[in-house]
């Protein structure tokens, strides 16, 4: 399978640090920038890497035009890319036969105009 259409077309540097991190409760918040934490409302937030690899937790193929601009049909996926943080994103695989629940997930970026999908996750296993 080629993913070269699938591959970040802006840089990963932000990947690192997608989250924060409360210093008041422990939580961590998605995205890095919020400007409180989701739990304790503090405004205390570090901006870490993610502690754990993302896992996908859920998944599903979308083949009708349910947002404008996403052409289908496209796999969306709910990643836990932290301890209680679950996420919904794009799944950059060809179709759903790759995937299976709970697979370790890799971050990679997407197109910088497109703010809505900015991010997105492919199976670990497909690097290189």
């Given amino acids: 399978m080629t993913t070269s259409s699938l591959m970040p077309a802006w840089g990963v540097d932000h990947l690192p640090t997608l989250l924060a991190h409360c210093r008041q409760c422990g939580t961590y918040t998605f995205p890095s920038n ?68 709970d697979m370790p997930m890799e971050a990679i970026g997407a197109d910088p105009a497109d703010t809505q999908r900015g991010l997105r996750f492919r199976p670990l296993e497909a690097q290189g």
Avoid at 42 to 65: C, E, S, W, Y
Avoid at 70 to 96: N, Q, S
Wanted: proline share 10%; with cysteine; glycine share 8%.
């Fill in 34 to 101: 919020a400007w409180s934490c989701r739990a304790c409302g503090a405004d205390t937030l570090d901006k870490v890497p993610m502690p754990q690899t993302p896992v996908l937790r859920n998944f599903i193929t979308l083949h009708g035009d349910v947002v404008p601009g996403l052409t289908p049909p496209v796999v969306v996926g709910e990643v836990e890319i932290a301890p209680g943080v679950v996420e919904e994103a794009l799944i950059a695989v060809d179709d759903e036969s790759r995937l299976t629940l």
